[in-house]
């Protein structure tokens, strides 16, 4: 699975990957981002693993943002254009980790 786009609204990361996924992540997950104005945040290259901020030496690993133990993650709906919440299950994160591997 590799990175396709990246972009941010209000207080929530986007990443869509390869496969056409979008995965919503609150930046307040990442305080180094959270703190970060606009142009740094902008400032990002996919590398192997997820994402770099040169610039303010951050790194996210794409491992990080489908494994993390929230109880819900946000799903992008391209048709619709918005952001929902889905309740996150152990057996569905497993799922979707097997599913990149």
Sequence with gaps: MEGKNLW????LMFVEFDNGQILGTPVSMFPILKNATETERKK???????????EIDEAVSFEFL????KDEYLVWDTKKK????????????SKRIQKTN
């Design 8 to 11: 941010f609204e209000k207080d």
């Design 44 to 54: 990002w290259r996919f590398i192997p693993f997820g994402i770099m901020w040169d």
């Design 66 to 69: 489908m494994s993390n133990k």
């Design 82 to 93: 918005t952001s929902h919440a889905i309740k996150r299950t152990e057996e569905r994160v």
